[in-house]
T-cell receptor
């Protein structure tokens, strides 16, 4: 299995531009998570989906951030408009949750390093 | 909301020496996960603990969850340069839907050859 795939790996953009981050979870996993990691705030959960449905988006910073999961094999995190304070590494993770596997581990992608100038 | 406190924030050890990292929760833990992260990479799952008093080992890494399920420790025996990286604990609580995790701030480990 290729693991969780994220693209792009690096993104440099200017303030005000729209940024779209992409994630392909591990096949068969039914939960998908978006995290943001910064030196100041550490690793923060932004939003997570279960069976393609957003369950908890309380970590999404503000309306400029949106996430979608149109099918079981693809998710996007969009920032519009982007600001310098959005600069961070964004991770996508997936897991198989529910039933006896309620506490299964999350598998992380390599991350997207976003720099907003 | 749950908070996880990791200590120390960073440490430098001589190769061959042992080290211990602690993770303390403000709430009872129902699932405690240890991950390792190398610079510029994603998190690699190490192990997960659920039961009070549980202990798991993988190669030279041992993790324990105390009886009250509010603290976990990660112990590395005879550290090697390959053990360098950032170690993060993540936890889920009874109230958390699904397996939503909260992470500690991480412990940065440097192993001197």
């Amino acid at each position: 299995d290729a693991g969780v795939i994220q693209s792009p790996r690096h993104e440099v953009t200017e303030m005000g531009q729209e940024v779209t981050l992409r994630c392909k979870p591990i096949s068969g996993h039914n939960s998908l998570f978006w995290y943001r990691q910064t030196m100041m705030r550490g690793l923060e959960l932004l939003i997570y989906f279960n069976n393609n449905v957003p369950i908890d988006d309380s970590g999404m910073p503000e309306d400029r951030f949106s996430a979608k999961m149109p099918n079981a094999s693809f998710s996007t995190l969009k920032i519009q408009p982007s600001e310098p304070r959005d600069s961070a590494v964004y991770f996508c993770a997936s897991s198989l949750a529910g039933g006896l596997s309620w506490y299964n581990e999350q598998f992380f992608g390599p991350g997207t390093r976003l720099t907003v100038l | 909301s749950q908070e996880l406190e990791q200590s120390p924030q960073s440490l430098i050890v001589q190769e061959g020496k042992n080290l211990t990292i602690n993770c303390t929760s403000s709430k009872t833990l129902y699932g405690l996960y240890w991950y390792k992260q190398k610079y510029g990479e994603g998190l690699i799952f190490l192990m997960m603990l659920q039961k009070g008093g549980e202990e798991k080992s993988h190669e030279k890494i041992t993790a324990k969850l105390d009886e009250k399920k509010q603290q976990s420790s990660l112990h590395i025996t005879a550290s090697q340069p390959s053990h360098a990286g950032i170690y993060l604990c993540g936890a889920t609580t009874r109230e958390a839907a699904g397996n939503k995790l909260t992470f500690g701030g991480g412990t940065r480990v440097l192993v001197k050859p």
